[in-house]
């Protein structure tokens, strides 16, 4: 089984290798790649020294899955590169989500789809997974027709530079900036560039992707993407409108026992979920549930999840489990 990480020396392939190890997927030969300032540099995993290749290295070992992080201009030129020696890339950019003829998958809602015709799997984005692992299981019981989805989402989610802007910020240093105003005592209400409607590229991927995962294009969705000083996960505030209407201790129960999902919702003993405490963690945490009072059918709820585990490493490491439990491998 030989796994290339591509990407390997960032922040989500980083954590992609934690992933893996933790999991104890059956490498028998990883592949690290990166850059070429990088190639030949060392990187450990499970205690073992292996050296970053390169890009045409790494396609001639023909490994069996390629997980990428390392943007989408990357995915486009080499993903299809990897997929014309058989190998299965697994892909956590926006290049090919949208694409019609490839899936995007968050396998607690939609893996069933995957075919081992299937060499390039989108991984959704990382507000978007959160969500719909929460809003599946309730599609099914009640039929959902709206959501309205504001996030908090954590510096992490930019990479190392917003990470070092908001810390140097924080000790008072200069700094080089990820974002275009100060990140620390502040909230941006933008993430990612505007689109001709005044939303965000951000704001449209969860309402599209959303669509494409929840095979249902009848659900209307919007958003409002936001960045804020956290480093531990993205928070969301989600509102959901049901076609029927719902028992709240049915709904509750029916959350706790999906895959994927922890209930955090008691609030006489002030249990919430919070980045703080999602933080590492691989689960979707969901809490603060209850109804809209204001509408008919309507739910509030309050979700957080580790944006670069769930939400990037574990998502791609759980396809890779997939592809592997139902025999959809070609190398």
């Keep these: ?88 890339v697994i892909d956590n950019s926006s290049a090919w989500r949208m694409d019609p003829n490839k899936p995007l998958i968050v396998p607690e809602v939609n893996a069933a789809v995957l075919t081992k015709n299937d060499l390039i799997i989108a991984n ?109 996960g993205h928070s969301e505030s989600i509102n959901i409108e049901f076609e029927n209407d719902f028992d709240l201790t049915e709904l509750k129960n029916i959350l706790a026992n999906s895959p994927g999902i922890v209930l955090q919702d008691d609030p006489a003993n002030l249990l919430y979920p919070m980045p703080l405490t999602a933080n590492d963690k691989d689960e979707v945490f969901v809490g603060r549930i209850r109804r809209d009072e204001s509408q008919r059918n309507t739910l509030n709820c309050w979700v957080v999840s580790d944006n670069l585990r769930k939400g990037a490493a574990t998502n791609a490491v759980q396809i890779a489990e997939y592809l592997l439990q139902h025999n959809l491998l070609n190398n």
């Design 1 to 88: 089984m030989k796994v290339a990480v591509v990407g390997a020396t960032g922040l989500v392939g980083s954590k992609m290798l934690a992933v893996l190890a933790e999991r104890n997927f059956p490498i028998t030969e990883l592949i690290p790649v990166a850059s070429e300032k990088s190639v030949g540099k060392e990187i450990l995993f499970k205690g073992k020294a292996y050296q970053v290749c390169s890009m045409e290295d790494a396609i001639a070992k023909k490994p069996a899955i390629a997980i990428f992080s390392a943007g989408g201009n990357t995915s486009l030129q080499y993903a299809p590169q990897f997929a014309a020696v058989g190998t299965v």
């Design 124 to 232: 959704p984005n990382c507000s978007t997974i959160q969500m719909v692992v929460v809003l599946k299981p309730l599609h099914l019981k009640y039929k959902i027709k709206r959501v309205v989805v504001s996030t908090y989402q954590s510096v992490t989610g930019t990479g190392v530079k917003a990470v070092d802007q908001l810390m140097n910020e924080r000790a008072g240093l200069a700094t080089e900036r990820a974002y275009p105003y100060a990140i620390d005592l502040n909230v941006i209400p933008q993430i990612d560039v505007f689109m001709e409607n005044g939303y965000t590229k951000e704001e449209m991927k969860m309402i599209l992707e959303t669509k494409k995962i929840m095979q249902d294009d009848e659900i209307q969705v919007t958003a409002t993407t936001v960045r804020i000083p956290v480093m531990g």
